[in-house]
């Protein structure tokens, strides 16, 4: 994973963890007693969701980059 | 070894450097989502607060009791439409700048020149004109007086024209001529081939332009606040509101602003990659 995949993959992660707590807020919290408990829960459930799509996004662009190498390979094979 | 610990070195700081410039530039949109969830009492606290309990008392405040989502509705009309007019516009005059060369060049710097002054030179005679037109009754029927979209879809119209001229008169030099003499010699019209051969190819570049167009007039706020009160006022004018006699409401302004910036940002996610092409579609020249 190059750094801007890094980055697109960060900022995309960042945006999903606020989509959670939008979501967690305004349908979730009410169902909660206790207003601390909602808020660590909240920002767990937020936090593994981002950390989640941007290991995702590590494994896919490592896949494509794997996958991209074997392509040129068999080109340079089939070439000589 | 050496060499190889040098250029790790190198690699480091290059994308340090570049972590602290994009820290800069996200920063305040960060900033302004935190500050959007934080309570009244949580916002202008020194030194600033990271851990509080968030809330979306803010969002409230702004969809709610200010009508904050009307101005989301005006701003996608006016916008919309305002690019659509310029990519049609642009896109016919660029073709015509890139293939007949209109005035030598000439015209094509004199479009450019409409935006070497800033937007408040001509906010006054587009006031008075505005004003005017809209007691006729053709500025009635149209809705192009104070106050109305009309107004600033024209305005927006106009001052981004010269922008996307500028953009595409490069996207359609890069067509080859020769694709375009094919297509005639086919029997097409030049209308045809407009249509089915340069159109799709400058695609890309007709995204880039569109896209830029829209982030523009979604931006804009100067006309905005001159040529509307109420009817017509776009999400710009709509998070000034929050600004009272009584003080500046930030947690609501930060609410309305990130209501504001979301379709945006959802938009250009979805088009990063065709902007990705559009901006490199003209890089190469043969």
């Not at chain 1, 909602?38 to 767990?44: A, F, G, K, L, Q």
């Not at chain 2, 972590?19 to 030194?47: C, H």
């Not at chain 2, 005059?93 to 007949?100: D, E, H, K, L």
Request: aromatic share 14%.
């Amino acid at each position: 994973m190059n750094f801007s995949q890094a980055w697109d993959a960060g900022f995309r992660a960042v945006l999903i963890y606020i989509g959670v707590v939008f979501v967690w807020l305004g349908l979730i919290e009410h169902r909660f007693g206790d207003q601390a408990t909602s808020v660590t829960v909240m920002n767990i459930v937020a936090a593994v969701a981002a950390v989640a799509f941007f290991i995702r996004a590590f494994r896919r662009a490592k896949a494509e980059r794997l996958k991209a190498e074997a392509d040129v390979r068999a080109l340079m094979e089939g070439e000589i | 070894m050496l060499q190889r610990d040098s250029s790790f070195a190198k690699e480091a700081l290059r994308y340090g450097l570049i972590v602290i410039v994009l820290g800069f530039i996200v920063f305040p949109i960060f900033w302004m989502v935190l500050t959007s969830f934080k309570p009244p009492q949580d916002v202008m606290v020194s030194p600033p607060r990271f851990l509080f309990t968030p809330t979306l008392d803010n969002y409230y405040h702004a969809i709610v009791d200010k009508h904050f989502l009307f101005y989301i509705k005006n701003t996608l009309v006016i916008s919309v439409t305002s690019t659509i007019l310029v990519i049609i516009a642009g896109s016919l005059a660029a073709y015509s700048f890139a293939r007949y060369n209109v005035g030598d060049g000439h015209v094509l710097f004199f479009i450019l020149s409409t935006k070497m002054f800033p937007a408040i030179a001509v906010i006054l005679p587009y006031f008075l004109i505005f004003r005017n037109i809209g007691k006729t009754d053709v500025g009635r029927f149209l809705g192009i007086g104070l106050d109305q979209p009309g107004a600033l879809i024209i305005s927006y119209t106009m001052f981004n024209l010269p922008f996307a001229i500028w953009l595409l008169v490069s996207f359609f030099q890069d067509i080859p001529r020769e694709l375009e003499h094919s297509a005639r010699l086919d029997g097409l019209s030049r209308l045809k081939v407009l249509r089915k051969v340069v159109f799709p190819l400058a695609a890309p570049g007709i995204a880039v332009t569109g896209v830029f167009t829209l982030i523009f007039c979604w931006n804009e706020f100067l006309f905005a606040y001159i040529l509307t009160r109420k009817n017509a006022s776009t999400v710009t004018v709509g998070v000034e509101s929050f600004f009272t006699l009584q003080g500046i409401l930030w947690g609501p302004v930060a609410a309305a602003a990130t209501i504001s910036v979301l379709p945006m940002m959802v938009f250009v996610l979805a088009m990063q990659r065709y902007m990705v092409r559009g901006l490199t579609f003209g890089a190469v020249r043969g």
